[in-house]
């Protein structure tokens, strides 16, 4: 696509806006191109070390329900539960959950 994303338009979305979404654009025909493109990097998306997690789990879901709801969705016994990767899979789900305004974002600017 040729559509380029401003940094004030990035800055609408909470949870995307770290990730390089004008890379992605460059290499993209079509909106349905960036939606996969987005949601493969989002699946490579990690929060590393246990301090990171420990934060954004502290800021984002402090008694841990939403993040063992998703582990337990996603097939994951507890003894396989650590907080990166309930931050990982908490923060892969709010950046899904972003996908649909970054499309709309970019079809407002094709239109």
């Known amino acids: 696509m040729k559509k380029q994303i401003t940094k004030e338009e990035l800055n609408t979305l909470n949870y995307l806006c770290d990730l390089d979404i004008n890379y992605i654009?460059?290499?993209?025909?079509?909106?349905?191109?960036v939606r996969e493109a987005v949601e493969q990097m989002i699946q490579e998306d990690e929060i590393i070390?246990?301090?990171?997690?420990?934060?954004?789990?502290?800021?984002?879901?402090?008694?841990l329900?939403?993040?063992i709801g998703l582990a337990r969705d996603c097939g994951f016994s507890i003894e396989d539960l650590n907080s990166e990767l309930l931050a990982t899979l908490l923060n892969q789900?709010?950046?899904m959950d972003e996908v649909e305004d970054l499309l709309k974002l970019l079809e407002d600017d094709n239109e």
């Open 65 to 67: 329900h939403e993040s």
């Open 49 to 63: 070390y246990y301090y990171n997690a420990i934060e954004f789990l502290k800021e984002e879901d402090q008694s």
């Open 93 to 95: 789900s709010r950046m």
């Open 25 to 33: 654009l460059e290499d993209c025909e079509d909106i349905e191109e």
